[in-house]
């Protein structure tokens, strides 16, 4: 299909192993962004890539968490050591058109920390 | 810090009764205002982006207005296929240029037959 993929769609991993995210853009978008979406909470913003600019990493909320971009295609979020705490919807997202807010959202990866 | 709160939390409806959604705000210089529709086990859609207070934007059976303060999303003579949680969502004029968008936990929205 011609939109966002990710994968796996669902993923149950034990307390402390580490995980990969992989996020396939639209082709051509230049930007992507990984948020988090916990329970009942909003969408909450981890990092954003645009081209090759180095990417914006003000979201992540610790050190176990890193992301990789590789030139304007695939990107894999990655959480080391997994605390319950990380259990969400991880959403990847991406844009052809800079400051319109018109952000394609992929149907998210599912992460359940037992 | 940029906020969003939206109410209610829950809305149901009967098909064909209109209502509206609301999304109060706090961001330090709005660049622009985001509605998104979430179906369940889905990522978020875009629907509007609102500018500017006063702006209003229209899609099928859904209006976006823009306030200083606050937006609302009207649906009006709403069908079933029309629930969803809907999102609303700003950036603020110091995250202009990274397309850093904060978000409210939504409304969540059933139409009943």
């Known amino acids: 299909g011609a939109g966002v993929s990710q994968s796996p769609s669902n993923k149950v991993t034990e307390k402390g192993k580490d995980v990969e995210l992989r996020c396939d853009p639209i082709?051509?978008?230049?930007?992507l962004y990984w948020y988090r979406q916990r329970l009942g909470q909003g969408l909450e913003f981890l990092i954003y890539?645009?081209?090759?600019?180095?990417?914006?990493k003000s979201g992540l909320p610790s050190d176990r968490f890193s992301a990789e971009r590789t030139g304007e295609s695939v990107s894999t979020l990655t959480i080391q050591r997994t605390q319950q705490e990380d259990s969400a919807v991880y959403l990847c997202?991406?844009?052809?058109?800079?400051?319109?807010?018109?952000?394609?959202f992929g149907e998210g990866s599912r992460l359940t920390v037992l | 810090e940029d906020q969003v709160t939206q109410s209610p939390e829950a809305l149901r409806l009967q098909e064909g009764e209109s209502s509206s959604l609301n999304c109060s705000y706090t961001?330090?210089?709005?660049?622009?205002l985001f509605w998104y529709r979430q179906d369940p086990g889905k990522g978020p859609e875009f629907l509007f982006t609102?500018?500017?207070a006063g702006e209003e934007k229209e899609k099928e059976r859904l209006k976006a207005t823009l306030t200083k303060k606050e937006s609302f999303l009207h649906i009006t003579a709403p069908k079933p296929e029309d629930s969803a949680t809907y999102l609303c969502?700003?950036?603020?004029?110091?995250?202009?240029?990274?397309?850093?968008?904060?978000f409210g936990t939504g409304t969540r929205l059933t139409i009943i037959p």
């Open positions: 997202a991406s844009s052809w058109q800079t400051n319109t807010g018109e952000l394609f």
């Open positions: 082709s051509g978008h230049t930007a």
């Open positions: 890539f645009q081209g090759n600019s180095a990417p914006d």
């Open positions: 961001v330090s210089g709005l660049r622009g």
């Open positions: 609102l500018y500017s």
């Open positions: 969502a700003v950036q603020g004029l110091s995250n202009f240029g990274n397309e850093k968008l904060t």
